[in-house]
């Protein structure tokens, strides 16, 4: 594995000097990274898979200007972190969002320690925005679009992350519930690389799971969030917001480019097999 090039990582996600290794660097590094690293788990839906080699990952999000999932982007995340001077490791998460019944640890983030305090901080989760919390009972925090998060020690699953806020805001999961909605839950149990590549390998493998039966995109706004959901677009920024239905490959690719600085080809969008001229049905593409 190289060493990490932590100036192509700051020139990426838009910062032009290294923040300090402290709560407000923390905050503005995971902001920058999310405003500027699109979610995405096309490569699972065109049959590529997603690799977890440090220097794989780097090249995909950095050098060729990609997205990528949370196993992805939070081992870039805490790579950069390490880079910055923080003492970090990651953590495994089960996703409550839209499960109906307990879900996989099918989430990765970052537990982050700042002059003696634990932060959780996540880079990776495609369905909202979450900035670092302190890892306290009942420790909260809001965003700029005005969504609210709390934390909560649960007697069940360790710790409880969860969010109120306008489903607007969100990739739609949980969209028609008022009120707080359990985000995911965590422990603070080590993770081995071992456990982060099982974990991978089911989210991208599993028949009928999110991420290999559903094309996924999202990016933070400076004041919103857009997501990309098969061909279901939505955008909200301040008081703005648009959504609706893409009707052809043409569009849905230049909406990745434009909205989500992701380049695919016309055969890649094609393979994707949403439209009716694709080429091949999901996930039997392009190898």
């Not at 790579?79 to 499960?99: C, Q, S």
């Not at 008022?178 to 993770?191: A, C, K, R």
């Not at 290999?212 to 098969?230: H, W, Y």
């Not at 648009?242 to 094609?270: C, H, K, P, W």
Request: with cysteine.
């Amino acid at each position: 594995m190289s060493d990490f090039d932590l100036s192509a990582y700051l020139a990426r996600i838009g910062l032009k000097q290294p923040p300090a290794p402290d709560a407000d660097g923390l905050a503005a590094v995971q902001r920058a990274h999310r405003l500027a690293i699109p979610f995405e788990n096309l490569d699972v839906i065109l049959g590529r898979g997603i690799s977890l080699d440090p220097d794989t990952v780097f090249d995909k999000l950095v050098t060729r200007r990609r997205g990528g999932y949370c196993f992805e982007q939070n081992q870039l995340f805490l790579r950069a972190l390490h880079a910055l001077g923080f003492e970090a490791r990651p953590l495994l998460a089960r996703v409550w969002l839209g499960a109906s019944e307990t879900p996989p640890r099918t989430h990765t983030l970052n537990l982050v320690t700042v002059a003696g305090q634990q932060w959780i901080a996540d880079a990776g989760f495609g369905g909202s925005y979450t900035p670092p919390l302190p890892l306290a009972d009942g420790a909260e925090a809001a965003t700029a679009n005005g969504a609210h998060h709390r934390l909560r020690a649960d007697p069940d699953h360790g710790w409880m992350l969860d969010r109120h806020g306008d489903a607007t805001l969100t990739d739609g999961r949980g969209a028609g519930h008022e009120g707080w909605l359990p985000q995911y839950s965590f422990t603070l149990d080590p993770v081995a690389p071992a456990d982060l590549a099982l974990s991978n390998h089911w989210t991208s493998t599993a028949p009928g799971a999110r991420f290999t039966t559903l094309c996924v995109a999202s990016i933070v706004l400076p004041n919103g969030f857009a997501s990309l959901t098969d061909r279901r677009y939505s955008r909200r920024n301040a008081d703005r917001a648009n959504s609706g239905e893409i009707d052809s490959a043409r569009v849905y690719r230049m909406r990745l480019s434009l909205m989500f600085g992701i380049d695919l080809t016309s055969e890649e969008v094609d393979a994707l097999g949403l439209f009716d001229s694709s080429l091949s049905p999901p996930g039997t593409g392009p190898q």
